[in-house]
């Protein structure tokens, strides 16, 4: 399966950019968009997965939801440099499919994706 992924998060290709990148080229395409880029037309792309970068988005909660209100069936992990149990907590609640530590090995990171794709 060739996945498509969507990052939400800065603009600019940061490291965890290219980390990502180069973790999930064997899953399929990642594109990267801003939040204030974040569109109908983006949304309406059939994304396998959604990644939002906690901490470049104004409220990650919120995107969720909205996100979600559009797409009930989307899988979104919220990643996160600093991850505490009470964001955790609350974008799992919000409809996350997890949450991520942006500490992760590469090898972590992709066993993760795997697992909210359900790719074995």
Known sequence: MK???L???RQ??????QILSESLTTLGK?????EEELSAETTQTDYNLVIV?????IDAENLL??????KPYLKIVVATLSPTWQEARAVLRAGAADYLSKALTRRELLVAIENVLNIR
Not at 30 to 34: G, H, I, K, M, N
Request: glycine share 4%.
């Open 7 to 9: 990052l939400i998060g």
């Open 53 to 57: 970068d906690a901490a470049t988005v």
């Open 65 to 70: 939801s909205r996100l979600l209100i559009e």
């Open 3 to 5: 996945a498509m992924i």
């Open 12 to 17: 600019e290709k940061s490291v965890w950019h």
């Open 30 to 34: 990642l594109d990267l968009v801003s």
